[in-house]
């Protein structure tokens, strides 16, 4: 059974930081290439960030790159998000969701996900509020 659950999230102020963790298990974590999305209430899902399979890539959507990192770590089967510079716009629940081979990640990445799936977790709450 796939299951993904995400932590970290909190309440930061403006120019604050956060660290997001997403515990996998019941796939193979290796071979698959992973992103974090996120939504705010009434709007659709936003993917922020994508990784390949061995980390050697990386993809930012334009209005989190150069904030936000993205990683992972193959042995221990987790996905972070390290936010910086944190935005009152960065307010959201934030989403880790398998993307599929590396050869998909792109494509992937740039296509609008519709709605969620059994390969993507619960969600973790961030707000950024003074």
């Known amino acids: 059974q796939v299951q993904l659950v995400e932590s970290g999230g909190a309440l930061a102020q403006p120019g604050g930081s956060l660290r997001l963790s997403c515990a996998t298990s019941?796939?193979?974590?290796?071979?698959?290439?992973m992103s974090w999305a996120r939504q705010v209430p009434g709007k659709g899902l936003e993917r922020v960030s994508a990784i390949s399979t061995d980390g050697s890539v990386t993809l930012y959507s334009d209005s989190v790159k150069g904030r936000f990192i993205i990683s992972r770590d193959n042995n221990q089967n987790t996905l972070y998000l390290q936010m910086d510079s944190l935005k009152p716009e960065d307010t959201a629940l934030y989403y880790c969701a398998v993307i599929g081979p590396d050869g998909s990640m792109r494509q992937q990445f740039n296509t609008p996900p519709r709605a969620r799936n059994n390969w993507w977790g619960q969600g973790t709450q961030v707000t950024v509020s003074s």
């Open positions: 019941g796939f193979t974590f290796r071979d698959y290439a």
